[in-house]
């Protein structure tokens, strides 16, 4: 015995309460014994949640394809996207290309070879001194 000044009634523990498996086994039992049997009448109780399930069902399939629909559109327009800058990687470089002094020059040459007349001369040369930079003190 402790050495314990109890006043009143020395209170209960309680033990916890386990499910026995007689219990489980007795409820899922009860489950499996409810009889679903349809009338025209709970048919019709449910008709409201059956149709928005079904709502849902659809707007669900409709949504699914939608997306699969944009994301084929995005994938061609990024496709679509790469293939233009690619050509105008293209057409800049060949822009560049062709705005350089020779290959001006020597379109040039051949322009006015086309179009001068036998005595004249060529009119239009190759820069062979570098431009400089005039400076004013």
Not at 9 to 33: C, F
Not at 81 to 86: A, F, I, P, Q, S
Request: aromatic share 6%.
């Amino acid at each position: 015995m402790s050495n314990k000044i109890v006043i009143g009634d020395e209170p209960k523990i309680e033990e916890e309460k386990k499910l026995d498996t007689s219990q489980i086994e007795g409820a899922v039992k009860r489950l499996s014994e409810i009889d679903f049997k349809l009338n025209a009448k709970m048919l019709i109780g449910q008709m409201p949640f059956i149709l928005f399930c079904f709502g849902l069902i659809v707007i669900l399939i409709w949504s699914s394809h939608n997306n699969d629909i944009l994301n084929k559109k995005i994938d061609k327009l990024t496709k679509e996207n790469k293939e233009l800058r690619n050509q105008y990687i293209i057409n800049l470089s060949e822009i560049m290309n062709a705005s350089r002094q020779s290959n001006i020059a020597e379109k040039l040459k051949l322009f006015s070879k086309e179009t001068q007349n036998s005595n004249d001369t060529d009119y239009v040369k190759e820069a062979i001194v570098p431009p400089v930079k005039i400076t004013i003190e």
